[in-house]
């Protein structure tokens, strides 16, 4: 059964940066590519960037390329979220997602497998 962990979220003052680290268990990171995706409070799931199962690939949402860098560690099983120039309006739980499928996608309907999410609080 793949089991996906986040961790990492906390409160951090504008211009901060954070690491979210999500680990998967149950099987083969590379088995998968990976995303990230983020949910404030009463918004939709809205995708922040996604990494290819080779790592060779990784795509960004405008409101965060430039600031954010995904990465993978298929060693430790486990992918991160590098946050940097944070602002208030990244506030979120961040959750991460593997999808086993052929295509890198930013829907977050054909992702397999979900964390439970981790909170990250930006203050101005």
């Known amino acids: 059964q793949v089991q996906l962990v986040e961790s990492g979220g906390g409160l951090v003052q504008a211009g901060g940066s954070l690491r979210l680290s999500c680990a998967l268990s149950g099987r083969s990171l590379s088995n998968f590519a990976m995303g990230w995706f983020r949910q404030a409070p009463g918004t939709e799931r809205k995708f922040v960037a996604i990494?290819?199962?080779?790592?060779?690939?990784?795509h960004y949402a405008d409101p965060v390329k430039g600031r954010f860098t995904i990465s993978r560690d298929d060693a430790q099983n486990t992918v991160y979220l590098q946050m940097n120039s944070l602002k208030p309006e990244d506030t979120a739980v961040y959750y991460c997602?593997?999808?086993?499928?052929?295509?890198?996608?930013?829907?977050?309907?054909?992702?397999?497998?979900w964390g439970q999410g981790t909170q990250v609080t930006v203050s101005s």
């Open positions: 990494i290819s199962w080779s790592g060779n690939s990784t």
């Open positions: 997602a593997a999808d086993q499928g052929a295509f890198l996608s930013s829907d977050s309907g054909v992702y397999d497998y």
